[in-house]
């Protein structure tokens, strides 16, 4: 029996979408990535944007040309937790369909995809995610007007590297089934891309990352992007620029530690912490907030057991 929709993907995701356009513009200090992933997601979704391109200013510039065209048409995302990849592979859609003014339908392949262990259960749930992504993706192609996002999280947990000698046989299909969905909506030239997010670069297959068309790692900000994510909110709360400072200075690699705090420790922990603290009695006191900020501890990075 083939699974269902709902079986296989959390809900489905239309864009462009006002509430996460609103979430793709709050990504503050991710504007390269943000925008090379809009690019590189335009261009296999919809080519002709470049071939309009290349004919105007390039003309002769066919190898070019090709080269971009025939990369496969699938994008990794890597990096610790909290570092804003999923956020970003959430609402990158909106991006894409505003920029090319196409429709865009994001399917987030569901974990419960892995399947039970039982023999050929993990490949056949795969092979029907692209079955699914790929009927939809065809429905577009006759007009123009839309493309299809199959976005993988937790990639590693689906992809694991088949190097790995105590990998069980039915990982070792499931991945196989992954390579062939991939190429199969490269050879059928389809507006459909594939986004996989992970924690863990190392552990995905080699084959996986051979055909990704862009491997996109993120750190955790850097001062300059701390100060570019906290500085708005905080100035609204009454923070002077002296203020605001000592917050991104504490917010980085201090108090002994060698890491700093990610994005969704900022605006998920510091931020609502610091409005929690004094609400509903009193305004919040930017100069009695550094010992709060001190006390939230910055989630600890992702442990890799694995090498490049």
């Known amino acids: 029996m083939k699974p269902t929709l709902?079986?296989?993907?959390?809900?489905?995701?239309?864009?462009?979408?006002?509430?996460?356009?609103?979430?793709?513009?709050?990504?503050?200090?991710?504007d390269d990535h943000k925008n090379r992933l809009t690019k590189v997601l335009s261009l296999l979704v919809r080519p002709e944007g470049i071939k309009a391109w290349a004919k105007k200013f390039h003309p002769k510039a066919n190898k070019s040309l090709d080269a971009v065209l025939r990369r496969p048409p699938l994008v990794v995302l890597a990096g610790d937790v909290g570092s804003g990849k999923s956020e970003l592979a959430l609402t990158i859609g909106d991006a894409v369909a505003r920029q090319g003014n196409i429709?865009?339908?994001?399917?987030?392949?569901?974990?419960?995809?892995?399947?039970?262990?039982?023999?050929?259960?993990?490949?056949?749930?795969?092979?029907?995610?692209?079955?699914?992504?790929?009927?939809e993706a065809k429905k577009f192609q006759s007009t123009g007007q839309g493309a299809v996002i199959l976005l993988i999280d937790e990639a590693d947990a689906l992809a694991q590297s088949r190097e790995n000698a105590q990998m069980h046989h039915e990982d070792r299909a499931g991945v196989n089934a992954f390579i062939r969905g991939i190429d199969r909506i490269a050879n059928a030239k389809l507006p459909a891309a594939v986004i996989m997010c992970t924690n863990r670069l190392t552990a995905l297959d080699p084959a996986i990352k051979r055909r990704s068309a862009e491997i996109l790692k993120f750190e955790r900000p850097n001062e300059t992007q701390r100060l570019l994510a906290l500085e708005t909110p905080l100035k609204e709360l009454g923070f002077s620029k002296d203020e605001i400072a000592q917050v991104v200075a504490v917010t980085g690699a201090s108090q002994g530690k060698s890491y700093g705090y990610t994005y969704s420790d900022l605006m998920q922990r510091v931020i609502p912490s610091l409005v929690l603290s004094s609400y509903p009695d009193k305004a919040v006191n930017p100069a009695q907030s550094l010992e709060l900020i001190k006390s939230i501890v910055p989630t600890p990075p992702f442990k890799d057991s694995n090498h490049d």
């Open 103 to 135: 429709s865009v339908l994001l399917l987030p392949l569901s974990l419960s995809a892995r399947g039970q262990g039982r023999v050929g259960e993990m490949t056949h749930l795969i092979s029907a995610a692209f079955d699914y992504t790929i009927e």
């Open 6 to 30: 709902q079986e296989l993907f959390e809900q489905a995701i239309e864009y462009p979408d006002p509430d996460l356009r609103d979430r793709f513009d709050s990504l503050v200090g991710l």
